[in-house]
């Protein structure tokens, strides 16, 4: 005899960004909807720098002040350079277009913490501690997970629409077989988060500063109470020596850089805890299908370099959500609306792809040490590093 299955309309797997936004906006148009966060709030997560096209999308969702009260003020990008002051500032306000003219930077767990407990308080029933693992799809308006909970329970959903947020799991992807690993761009990441490192100074106090070193690229991120995430985006093959020794080796490669070791020297490493993640480029074959839709690192991940992991992630989610509404009432439009979103997030991911395949070589070098804006072209630059990137 078959289990019951609890119903709902639409079930979300992930409650990072994307999920979270998701499950937000259809409890809003009032579906009953279910969130499966896997872990427990608040829960450590990279990708600490924001866009300013995040913020239009905070303000939709309802969350602009609480994204204020938690982050970091920034006003644009530092790039190293042999200038006077050591680096170029690539300020938000000088950009093409009408992206807002600030960010925030903000710590991950806070962050995500914030988005779940939003979707919860628009009428989403967002658990955490439950994982899917698996899953059975009867038909297009039939989708059945199998969840597991942490405390050893478990128990079957039956949805009507599946939104895959699993984030770099890739739930759905996998399940299918459609993963694919971008071979153009593979990169790992070594990271800290310091205390007492040395911050920009007036205005630039919260901004981004990025660096290069023969083996990839590093960041210096402010977060709140005087952190500072520092770490490097190096070739895999490079922190293939590091054999054990990952504190020293965090050490020995910020060294590489004597700009960013200035800043750094005389900081205290918080516990001494070093992490290290595989940033390895890859897509999905499909954005979504009859009943299902994949977003955020559930469908792509590219470098970090530009930050753009959780604009793309709430940009995508935000119009996935209606391409659900939509095809919840009218089924016939769902694979023209799937089709037109596929597009327009691969658009963007091609443009961000385009910039990150050539940051280290000697176009992109000579445009961010030696900035020029004939033609606009410095300006062009600012778009992208603000995420402005969509319907252009």
């Known amino acids: 005899m078959e289990t019951a299955a609890e119903q709902c309309d639409v079930a979300v797997i992930g409650g990072g960004p994307a999920g979270s936004t998701a499950a937000a906006l259809l409890a809003r148009r009032g579906y009953r909807v279910i969130a499966l966060e896997k872990a427990h709030h608040p829960r450590f997560h990279i990708g600490e720098s924001l866009l300013p096209m995040n913020l239009p999308i905070f303000e939709r969702l309802g969350v602009l002040e609480k994204v204020r009260a938690l982050g970091v003020y920034k006003r644009g990008a530092d790039f190293e350079a042999d200038n006077e002051q050591g680096y170029n500032t690539f300020a938000f306000d000088r950009a093409i277009g009408n992206s807002p003219p600030h960010a925030y930077q903000v710590w991950r ?15 989403a029933n967002a658990r955490e501690g439950h994982e899917a693992v698996n899953i059975e799809q009867r038909g297009p308006r039939d989708t ?35 993963r694919r690993k ?10 800290g988060h310091f205390r007492g490192a040395a911050a920009r100074g007036g205005e630039d106090a919260g901004n981004i500063s990025m660096y290069r070193f023969e083996h990839g690229w590093m960041w210096m991120i402010p977060l709140p109470a005087g952190v500072m995430s520092v770490g ?4 895999p093959d490079y922190l293939k020596q590091r054999k054990g020794r990952t504190l020293e080796f965090l050490l020995d490669t910020l060294k590489r850089n004597p700009a960013l070791w200035q800043r750094v020297r005389g900081a205290e490493l918080i516990g001494d805890e070093v992490r290290v993640t595989g940033n390895y480029s890859y897509d999905s074959k499909q954005m979504g299908g009859p009943g299902w839709v994949l977003v955020g690192d559930a469908f792509a991940f590219i470098d970090p370099v530009f930050s753009s992991g959780v604009y793309l992630a709430m940009s995508g989610a935000e119009r996935a959500a209606a391409v659900v509404d939509a095809a919840l009432r009218e089924p016939a439009t769902e694979m023209r609306l799937l ?17 990150i395949y050539r940051f280290n070589g000697p176009i992109m070098r000579q445009m961010f040490s030696h900035p020029n804006n004939t033609w606009q072209l410095e300006q062009s630059v600012i778009s992208m590093l603000a995420g402005d990137l969509f319907d252009t």
């Open 144 to 178: 059945r997970l199998d969840v597991r909970t942490d405390d050893g329970g478990s128990y079957r959903l039956q949805a009507r629409y599946l939104v895959d947020a699993s984030g770099r799991d890739t739930f759905l992807s996998a399940k299918k077989k459609l």
């Open 109 to 123: 767990q806070d962050f995500d913490e914030m988005l779940f407990a939003h979707a919860r308080e628009c009428g």
């Open 182 to 191: 971008n071979n153009r761009h593979q990169s790992a990441a070594i990271f």
């Open 232 to 235: 490097a985006v190096c070739w």
């Open 339 to 355: 089709r037109k979103l596929e597009k327009r997030q691969r658009t963007g991911m091609e443009r961000f792809s385009f910039f």
